[in-house]
């Protein structure tokens, strides 16, 4: 096992502790320890700054590499709830010429039998690595499950994930969540449990696009029990008002005692009712012990394109999902495929992007959006020794700002990464990999999954 690098670093803001003052940081082992408030502007001569460091070259030694952060602002490595890394950079070869959520999913699954594991298996290698360029350390996928079309492409893109996060996992963190589909016989549900036993970490689903949603549900619920995993729904990722599988989830994870272990994403229905009947839902979501997940970039995209103005936007009642005590974090869905166009996995984005279609920008609103990145999502994803603390394991992101109001309002590029005892990227430009080997996954993956249209089309 390579040695981790040990780190005392100066002068560093932590915004999740006291922004107003300035902290002195160590690592020993990959774990936080020491973090004690020191004087303004403290200097020590054997302290270098960030710019004067190699850390190409502290990445292979054993002593303490000594940083002066001059201000620049840490924070624990962010986690990214819920992605689907393997339809990344897909949109080149799915289109969707309506930018409706329905004809998202009719093309994709028709395309997804033409797709190579190796394909699959690069897609989410480069949205992964992208995500851990700006600063991403831990990702919930949710991935494909398409059964209707054979168990052969139902299970490619299993064994493609757990590839990918098997040679990953010295550097990020990869979550696997199987999207199970609706209305299945028991052959494909013998296919699911096998999925099951391959070892991903939760079973997802999207049961609001079912005619029957309850039974779907039910079934989750019972196959999540079996093999004791969490649960993750698409839930009511629609305008209609009268969409409400939420609250039979709620009831299911009362029933099942699995408050804590599910979390329901989108909720853009919830956007759609009235104050008194989202208060009730959301009411109902906190006691049941729900966590959720909002996805604004997306749902801004291809929510309200069915009607006339004024548009339904589709971004869920964040602001009052958080201030009735659920854990709501904010995540970036889709890269550049047929639910969304666009996106680059940076979370910083997405929160900007948030506090736009939620109305949070009051100083108090930016930091909690810095939560919805970061202890937020931790819980969601169930982490454990998680956070700038001491005792916990050292994953962080520095950048080159000084408080929150700074980073949202120019989005600075300059970002050094560290994550799992070793430096992964340097400050400016785009990906520049400090792990050589990093570097040539990225450089194959590049290749592989690019935004050029296919050969075949």
């Known amino acids: 096992m390579a040695s981790l690098l040990n780190l005392d670093l100066l002068n560093v803001r932590l915004p999740m502790e006291n922004e107003s003052l300035l902290y002195r940081v160590s690592v020993r082992d990959g774990k936080w320890t020491r973090i004690e408030a020191q004087e303004a502007n403290a200097a020590q001569p054997d ?7 190699d850390l190409g070259k502290a990445a292979d030694v054993s002593a303490v590499c000594q940083i002066d952060l001059e201000g620049k602002m840490l924070l624990p490595g962010f986690v990214d709830s819920h992605m689907h890394l393997d339809k990344s950079f897909s949109l080149t070869s799915v289109e969707n010429i309506s930018g409706t959520l329905e004809e998202a999913v009719r093309n994709y699954s028709v395309a997804s039998p033409a797709f190579t594991k190796s394909e699959i298996k690069s897609r989410i290698m480069r949205s992964s690595m992208q995500a851990l360029s700006f600063g991403t350390t831990y990702i919930r996928t949710h991935l494909d499950f398409n059964i209707r079309a054979s168990r052969e492409v139902a299970l490619r893109t299993i064994e493609a994930a ?41 079973i997802g689903g999207a049961p609001h696009l079912s005619p029957t949603p309850e039974g779907d549900i039910d079934r989750i619920f019972a196959l999540a029990e079996k093999y004791d995993l969490p649960i993750d729904l698409h839930s009511d990722e629609t305008d209609n008002p009268m969409m409400r599988t939420v609250e039979h989830t709620a009831r299911r994870t009362e029933e099942y005692g699995y408050s804590g272990r599910v979390t329901v994403d989108h909720l853009c229905a919830l956007a759609s009712m009235t104050d008194r009947d989202a208060h009730e839902l959301i009411e109902r979501m906190a006691d049941s012990g729900l966590k959720a997940v909002s996805l604004p970039a997306v749902n801004l995209y291809l929510q309200g394109r069915g009607e006339g103005f004024p548009v339904r936007r589709g971004v869920t009642r964040l602001k009052e999902i958080w201030e009735a005590g659920i854990s709501i974090a904010v995540a970036s869905d889709n890269i550049h495929d047929p639910f969304h166009p666009f996106g680059r996995g940076d979370l910083v984005q997405i929160a900007l992007i948030a506090s736009y279609a939620a109305h949070m920008g009051r100083p108090a609103d930016l930091r909690t959006l810095l939560r919805m990145i970061t202890d937020v999502p931790a ?33 600075p590029d300059r970002r050094w990464v560290y994550s799992q005892g070793k430096w992964v990227r340097m400050a400016a430009g785009k990906a520049q990999w400090k792990d050589s080997l990093l570097a040539g996954y990225w450089e194959q993956a590049i290749e592989e999954v690019s935004f050029r249209k296919r050969s075949d089309n």
């Open 47 to 53: 302290f270098v700054s960030l710019e004067k460091c």
């Open 162 to 202: 757990l590839e990918a996060k098997e040679v990953l996992s010295p550097y990020i963190s990869l979550q696997l969540f199987p999207m199970i589909p609706y209305g299945l016989n028991q052959l494909e549900v013998e296919t699911v449990e096998e999925a099951l036993r391959m070892g991903v970490d939760g």
């Open 379 to 411: 819980t969601v994803l169930g982490l454990e020794h998680y956070g700038v603390k001491i005792g916990c394991d050292v994953n962080f992101v520095i950048i080159d700002c000084q408080s929150p109001e700074e980073l949202f309002t120019l989005l």
